[in-house]
Structures are given as C-alpha cells and as structure tokens.
C-alpha cells in the first residue's frame, strides 16, 4: 500500500524520556554508580545536547565516547543510533539499536526505538514483538507512544483492523495524543470515511501544529470529500508554510501549480 502516513514520531518524545529517565538502566542510587558509569551518562547527555544543534560530529564523538566508558549503558547505544539514522547510517543504526536492547531488554523505552527501528526497516512482525515488549514494562512513562508507534507500523504494512485497534488503545490511555489522532485520520482516510477523518484532523489541530505531512493529508481529506475551499486553504498552507518540502512538491505536481 502507498500511503503518506504521517510518520512514527519515536525521537522527540520518546529520546526524552529516555534521557530524563536514564537512571532506569542504572543502579537507583546514583551514589552507586561507577566512575564509568557516570562519565557514561555525563557523555550521552553531551551527545544528546550537541545532536539538538545539529553538531552531528561532535555528538557523535561524545557518544562513542560514552559507550567506551561503559559499553552496557543502553541510553548511549540507543542515542547513537538515532544520530546514525539521522545521518543516513542505517546498518551502524541497526547494530546499536540492538545492543541498547541486549544492554537492557526490558526497558520500554528501549523496546520503542529498536521497534520502531525495525518497523521502518521492513520487520513488521519483530517490531510489533518489540513494541508489545515495552507495554510490559511497568516503569515505561509512555504507553501511548507505543501504541501509537505499533498502530502507525501495521498500517504501513495495510492492516487497518490491527491499526484500528492499536490506535484506539492508544487513544484511551492519551485522548489528546496528537501522533495517535492524526494516525486515526489517516486509517480513516484510506477506508475512505471522510468525515471521520476530518474530525481526527480537528481534534489534532486542537492540540498540536501542523507538519507538512499532516497539511497534506487534511487537503486530501477535504478533496475528497468535494470542500474546495478547505481544500484550498490546507494546499495553500502548504506551499507556503512548507514550500520545499516533499508534500508541498506532490501538490504542485498534482494540482498543476
């Protein structure tokens, strides 16, 4: 199925929590950790700030530093590999992912990010295993993230009913969960209830700011359902709040601007 499903958002919520809560996959009192334990820590957390200004290279020297220091601190793999994946090192993404997961396997965050991981790399079944992995964590802070994250893998693989499900969970547990709302749009978009997904929009526009990709899927919506001018007006939002993205390219081929 070719869909433009607005994708699964693991970096920004879920790499925070992981940072915040990195004391989770070490000793509770952090009177306990070593002295490389802590440098671990102290590096990882460097790598994280140095990634958020986009000096990709000086993270990254951080990073591998941290691991160095302690080669079992789960956060500094899971960090590393996220950078890896921002840089288009796909294969070095993979490696670390799975060695947060061998580091500590029954972390919820941990299962998140490698699921998700595993989901964008075409391991449907694994990721759904991973995902359900970080459900059972009863420490894990986010269940909605994987929820949200598991339904947005199944319908990029096209089970809607699975994703239905999924996605409601994760809805019950976070109504206002903006990832969750706008991937309920999209499920309903493609089984073609229009109103419904118009309403998701809605209750994600209530809460969270468009991205080019969600832009993209109202002014679908509302072609779809014959509104020219909503239509229009997502469209227009597009191309001028996002004129080089890849969505805003799609409208301008599709609607001949």
């Not at 993404?93 to 699921?115: I, L, R, S, T």
């Not at 269940?143 to 319908?155: E, I, K, M, Q, S």
Request: aromatic letters at 8%.
């Amino acid at each position: 199925m070719n869909m433009s499903l607005p994708g699964i958002k693991v970096l920004l919520s879920s790499l925070v929590l992981l940072i915040v809560g990195a004391c989770a996959s070490s000793p509770n009192d952090p009177y306990d950790l070593s002295e490389s334990q802590k440098a671990a820590e102290f590096n990882t957390s460097l790598g994280l700030e140095y990634m958020n200004r986009g000096q990709y290279e000086i993270a990254l020297g951080k990073l591998k530093k941290a691991i160095r220091e302690d080669p079992d601190y789960a956060p500094a793999h899971t960090v590393i590999a996220i950078l890896y994946e921002q840089i288009g090192e796909e294969d070095l993404a993979g490696k670390h992912y799975q060695k947060a997961y061998e580091a500590d396997p029954d972390d919820g965050d941990v299962n998140n990010n490698y699921a998700t991981y595993l989901c964008k790399t075409g391991h449907k079944d694994k990721a759904i295993g991973h995902f359900m992995k970080a459900l059972d964590d009863p420490f894990y802070s986010s269940p909605a993230v994987a929820l949200t994250n598991a339904g947005a893998c199944v319908l990029g693989e096209g089970d809607l009913e699975e994703a239905n499900e999924l996605l409601r969970d994760a809805l019950r547990i976070e109504p206002e969960f903006p990832d969750a709302l706008i991937a309920m749009a999209s499920l309903n978009f493609e089984q073609q209830n229009y109103l419904k997904a118009r309403a998701f929009i809605q209750r994600y526009e209530d809460v969270a700011q468009h991205d080019p990709a969600s832009v993209l899927l109202a002014y679908r919506v509302e072609t779809a359902m014959g509104d020219q001018k909503s239509a229009a007006d997502y469209r227009n939002a597009l191309l001028s709040g996002f004129p080089k993205s890849e969505q805003a390219a799609e409208v301008r081929r599709t609607s001949g601007q």
